[in-house]
């Protein structure tokens, strides 16, 4: 089934994490994981995996981004200096447009 509801949050975006054990930090979108309603966060949520040596012989413990569920992160507003949720505007022309509920200013 897909999802209907679709993540204002996009790739690129700046974002603080507002629950967790890096509650706070801020941090640039690289990935959106819309099957598990989740994002990757530029060093946030860091966790460490252990790879196979390949042929190469390039193994060992790697570090990496870990997804963060989108509940969990709110969209960073530079001009508020906090985080803001994210509102849909529709424009005159049929096209919507992302808006700063805090600050108004367009994403």
């Given at each position: 089934m897909?999802n ?104």
């Amino acid at each position: 089934m897909k999802n209907q509801f679709q993540t204002r949050l996009k790739k690129g975006d700046q974002v603080v994490v507002l629950t967790g054990k890096d509650k706070g930090k801020r941090g640039r979108i690289l990935k959106v994981l819309p099957k598990k309603d989740a994002v990757l966060i530029e060093k946030v949520n860091m966790v460490k995996r252990h790879t196979k040596a390949d042929k190469e012989g390039s193994g060992g413990i790697v570090e990496k981004e870990a997804p963060v569920h989108k509940s969990n992160v709110m969209y960073y507003d530079p001009i508020a200096g906090k985080g803001s949720r994210i509102v849909m505007k529709q424009l005159g022309d049929g096209k919507r447009m992302r808006v700063s509920k805090r600050s108004g200013e367009a994403v």
